[in-house]
């Protein structure tokens, strides 16, 4: 599993660090998401994907 982040299509909702706070964090200055893991563990997977799917702005892609 890989994740792609489009940081300019991100809106900041906080709602990827909600569902996965391991792999996801909002930069300070303007709440747009941080990547902590590019490929996270298997045990993470279900977490990344829930992420992307209550991303408001489809700003998060899951590559398997």
Do not use: H, N
């Not at 489009?6 to 941080?34: I, K, L, T």
């Amino acid at each position: 599993m890989k994740i792609l982040i489009d940081e300019d299509r991100c809106v900041a909702a906080g709602q990827c660090v909600a569902a996965s706070p391991e792999v996801f964090d909002q930069r300070d200055e303007d709440g747009v998401v941080v990547l902590l893991a590019e490929e996270p563990s298997a045990e993470l997977a279900e977490d990344v994907r829930q992420a992307a799917a209550v991303c408001p702005a489809l700003a998060i892609t899951v590559v398997d």
